[in-house]
């Protein structure tokens, strides 16, 4: 009894309840009892981001034109799945707002959806990359309209995506249970963690 004390002085209740998130994480029963999450939001991604670092660094130029085209690596494999990433966070995005009950709820669900479609719009160049291979005119330097590929502002804004990679994919799941149920719709599960 006299050692729990001493544990409870030292530590306050929010850091003792992050180890046991912790703990209870990476126990072999937390795995086996939710499978499918572990599978959908830790398998699949670890599986999907290897098999692409291992086409692309295989030293084979076919398996590398496939992950990414040396010509234009907007149309390899890579870009292409995160394009379609994006295009299902709209779809997903959409369908919720569509059935939300509240207002401001559903306002925020087709925002999320306006802001998917404007980086999947940004990831496909806004269709330059498709309108070059169908018409094989490019667009001027003028002409092109792409924010994130700008050299001044690309450094800033991988900084800006890591730094939100990390709040919103590893400090967010480990405290989810303290935000409102509402909330925890917009933050990922825990066993998203797994190929970090």
């Known amino acids: 009894m006299q050692e729990t004390d001493s544990i409870d002085r030292k530590f306050p209740p929010s850091a003792k309840r992050g180890v046991c998130i912790l703990i209870r994480f990476f126990t072999i029963s937390m795995m086996k009892a939710d499978r499918t999450r572990l599978l959908l939001y830790g398998a699949c991604p670890a599986i999907v981001g290897t098999s692409m670092l291992a ?14 085209p040396a010509h234009q690596r907007e149309f390899g494999l890579i870009e292409n799945l995160q394009n379609l990433f994006i295009l299902g966070m709209v ?8 059935i939300e009950t509240g207002t401001l709820w559903r306002i925020l669900w087709f925002g999320a959806a306006i802001m998917a479609i404007g980086i999947l719009m940004e990831e ?15 667009l001027t330097e003028k002409e092109n309209f792409n924010i994130h590929n700008q050299s001044a502002l690309t450094d800033w804004l991988k900084r800006g995506v890591d730094l939100t ?12 249970n303290r935000f409102p149920p509402k909330i925890r719709l917009f933050i990922p599960s825990s066993i998203q963690l797994s190929p970090f």
């Open 124 to 138: 496909i160049d806004w269709g330059n990359h498709y309108y070059t291979a169908l018409t094989g005119k490019s």
């Open 165 to 176: 990679f990390l709040f919103g994919f590893v400090v967010l799941p480990l405290f989810a």
């Open 55 to 68: 086409l692309y660094f295989s030293g084979v130029p076919w398996l590398q034109n496939l992950a990414s």
């Open 91 to 98: 779809i997903l995005c959409l369908r919720t707002a569509r």
